[in-house]
């Protein structure tokens, strides 16, 4: 197979052009109609990585991501120019009530069994970790002791996107218009010529199959992020998340956190009409009870991008269509894209070369849905 069109230079078509053509010297054409990435969400993500999934795959793939990450700077090297995603390695505290702790219990020997590096702490253990944490209501936490925390989004989309291209990937403004059996044509008439197509256009995907009589579930859902600043001193604070739903990390000198909005959940919803009532009615309240410090917040930004949400079963899409051999998914992330990347980038791109699909994704095939067996992923944020 030579001849390969992704249509989205994100960070999924960029990791899978970037390890075609590092590790199997196939250049591959990126179609990116929006290079400043101004509406991506990879641009827009808050970029942390976890072990704590409910199921293998999203666990596996994390893992092996994780370990690509902490070594980014050595994969990626171009003309000797080392990229920086200044990952760290905080962890991710989950905290569970009295109605969540069975759970939490369920998914911990899930996790541990899976090789996840993750501890139970009861509310003493909570406290003496974690002095700042109220822990009133919280039956359980359920900490990442290495291997989960947060990194540069922006940094890593233009780490893979340069790789590439310096590997032979060629990256080009285009907006796909249609898919064909082989070619992808554009809205300005230009038309590509492939043997495979990779569709990696994230929340806009199903756009894209509409006219092949495919409704794929994969939707475009607003999520807010707010940056706040605390004059408090909160040494360790891990990616928390609350029983509320809300979570918060930090963030340079501050913090962002945000929430699953509140009401319907709607499609397309426009990503300038950030939902301040979403902070000051939800979010500061359940972080002030958790973190008495915190009733000195102060908002200073806030940015919203989509989860691409693949409604199905809250798990990517990764593999040729039913019907279509010529037509692979990789979009429907769900808001674990980011973290999933590079494994997913890495087993994609060995399928388009070799035609042999490795194992690790081999549970994300776009199969399930005609089969209505969905991968369900009860740990979503
Ligand atoms: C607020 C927020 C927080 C998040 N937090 C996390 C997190 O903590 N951890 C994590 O792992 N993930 C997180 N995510 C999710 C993660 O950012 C996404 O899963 C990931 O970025 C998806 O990458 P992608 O390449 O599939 O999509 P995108 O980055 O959206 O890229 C798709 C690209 O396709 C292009 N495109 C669309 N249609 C066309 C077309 N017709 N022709 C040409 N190009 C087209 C778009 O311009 C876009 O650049 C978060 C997302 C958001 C919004």
Redo the contacts with the bound molecule.
Sequence with gaps: MTSIVI???????AATACFLARDHGIAATV????PT?R????A??????RQQFSTTVNIALSRESLLFYRRIGDELTVNGERPDIGLVEGGYLYLASDAGAALMRELHALQRAEGADVALLDPHALHERFPWLCTDGIALGSLGLSGEGWFD?WSVLQAFRRKAIACGARFVQ???AALETHAVRCTDGRRFEADAIVL?????SAA?LKPLGIDLPVRARK?D?FVVESPATLPGFPLLIDTSGVWCRPEGRGFICGAPPRGDDVDDAPLEHIDHALFDEHIWPALAARVPAFEALRVTSAWA????MNLFDHNGLVGPLPGWPTLHLA?G?S??????APAVGRALAAALATGAWHSSVASLSPQRMWHNAPLLERNVI
């Design positions: 249509v989205g230079g994100g960070v999924m078509g179609l990116e109609r929006e990435y509406q991506a969400s990879s827009l993500s808050a970029s942390s990585i989004g285009a907006e796909a990696a256009a994230g929340a806009w894209l999520r992020v991008g989509y989860y691409e979009c992330f808001g674990h894209g980011m973290q999933q």
